[in-house]
Nanobody
Framework: QVQLVESGGGLVQPGGSLRLSCAASGSILDIYTMGWYRQTPGKQRDLVATITSGGNANYQDSVKGRFTISRDNAKKTIYLQMNNLNSEDTAVYFC??????????????WGQGSQVTVSS
């Protein structure tokens, strides 16, 4: 069984910063693309940023220049550094990973979600 455990969410003022972390654990052979998504009530879950095992990153346009995704393959962990936050960044942030369990088994896994609230 694979688990993604997120940490680092919370309340921050507009213009402030937060750093999210997501660590994978379990019987894992390999991890491919990992990423962050976010969701607000009544809306679909949207991509924020993804990163491949080789370090290639992709961002939603609204966060480019403000958010940075990074990855530590040895720790099976990704991070999302969020700067210059605004109220539109308020959401539940979910970690996602494309995981190979065995030579025949590959799964897509979600974390439990971490609330980020930007408010004065």
């Amino acid at each position: 069984q694979v688990q993604l455990v997120e940490s680092g969410g919370g309340l921050v003022q507009p213009g402030g910063s937060l750093r999210l972390s997501c660590a994978a654990s379990g019987s894992i052979l390999d991890i491919y693309t990992m990423g962050w998504y976010r969701q607000t009530p009544g809306k679909q879950r949207d991509l924020v940023a993804t990163i491949t095992s080789g370090g290639n990153a992709n961002y939603q346009d609204s966060v480019k220049g403000r958010f940075t995704i990074s990855r530590d393959n040895a720790k099976k962990t990704i991070y999302l550094q969020m700067n210059n936050l605004n109220s539109e960044d308020t959401a539940v942030y979910f970690c996602n990973a494309d995981v190979r369990l065995t030579s025949r088994s590959r799964v897509n896994v979600w974390g439990q979600g971490s609330q980020v609230t930007v408010s004065s």
